[in-house]
């Protein structure tokens, strides 16, 4: 059996798949990767499909040894990566030898790397999913270091013909980040929507995988009775009594009892999935198109 080891596991590394889909009403959140989309270039790279489960590293510091040839796709936040001590590119797929270890480097920018072998990551599925959830603690527990993780399970199709692929690294000043107003929009005072998109917020050190924490000016309820428990989506920025924003990710609770202000344009997940702590953020609030008849 194709094997990896873990030497370092970094400040947090986590294996990620697409995650739970369509068990809210179980009381189960989706988890899966934070920036989907940079994990979905990783596996289409060493041709994987795109819900293969990678590992998701958080501020690099992760270190593997190989026990067989693999092949490898390392993408999202850019970091130095070196190969037995010879640097290897983000975002092309490259071959490690047996015996052979990877090391990831701090981020330049953004803050989630993830790494792809052909075949996938092969522990155990959970509820036919692979993905860590940190909140729930379903999945495999956050890697350790002497851990060894399969290699094998996913479908693979034919490696891309390709050697490099050109895509933009993460944002390393202000984010951008479009919202759609409500659904509690009307539970805040007037005028508390344009100030969450005429304001600038900063990233706290508070943030994680379940939601982002924002430091700046405050959004005031206009309402005192108590909200019942809702559906809560990623996305959402929910406001609770301090008035400061919580942008939910991917392990974000099913329910929430505080009103939600907006929520992040799908699009745009990958962009806050890779916001690091002290960068900072403005929202673009657009409204809902209705398709044409």
Not at 127 to 149: C, F, I
Not at 187 to 216: C, H, I, K, M
Not at 271 to 283: R, S
Request: proline residues 11%.
């Amino acid at each position: 059996m194709n094997e990896i080891e873990v030497l370092r596991p970094g400040p947090l590394t986590t294996v990620q798949d697409m995650g739970r889909p369509g068990l809210a009403a179980l009381g189960v959140g989706a988890s899966g990767a934070a920036d989907r989309r940079s994990a979905s270039l990783a596996n289409r790279l060493v041709g994987n499909p795109d819900g293969a489960a990678c590992l998701e590293s958080t501020f690099g510091g992760l270190a593997l040894r190989f026990r067989h040839r693999t092949h490898v796709a390392i993408t999202g936040a850019p970091c130095p990566i070196t190969r037995n001590g010879r640097g290897e590119a983000m975002n092309a797929p490259f071959t490690v030898g047996p015996g052979e270890d990877v090391v990831l480097g701090p981020p330049s920018s953004g803050l989630r790397t993830y790494v792809a072998v052909r075949g996938g990551i092969g522990v155990e599925p959970t509820l036919e999913s692979r993905a860590t959830d940190l909140l729930s603690g379903l999945g495999p527990p956050a890697l350790s270091a002497g851990d060894v993780l399969p290699v094998g399970g996913a479908i693979t199709g034919p490696l891309p013909a390709v050697s490099v692929a050109p895509v933009a690294d993460p944002p390393r000043t202000g984010l951008s980040v479009r919202v759609l107003p409500g659904p509690r929009d009307d539970w805040f005072t007037p005028g508390a929507l344009q100030v969450l998109g005429n304001s600038r917020y900063t990233v706290t050190s508070e943030s994680n995988r379940v939601g982002v924490r924002l430091d700046g000016p405050k959004l005031t309820w206009d309402r005192q009775e108590e909200l019942p428990s809702e559906g809560m989506v990623i996305g959402a920025i929910q406001v609770p009594p301090s008035g400061l924003p919580v942008l939910f990710l991917a392990d974000h609770p099913v329910t929430g009892g505080y009103p939600v202000i907006a929520v992040v344009v799908s699009e745009d997940l990958p962009v806050v999935a890779q916001a690091c702590p002290g960068q900072a953020m403005t929202f673009r609030v657009v409204q809902r198109t209705v398709p044409a008849t």
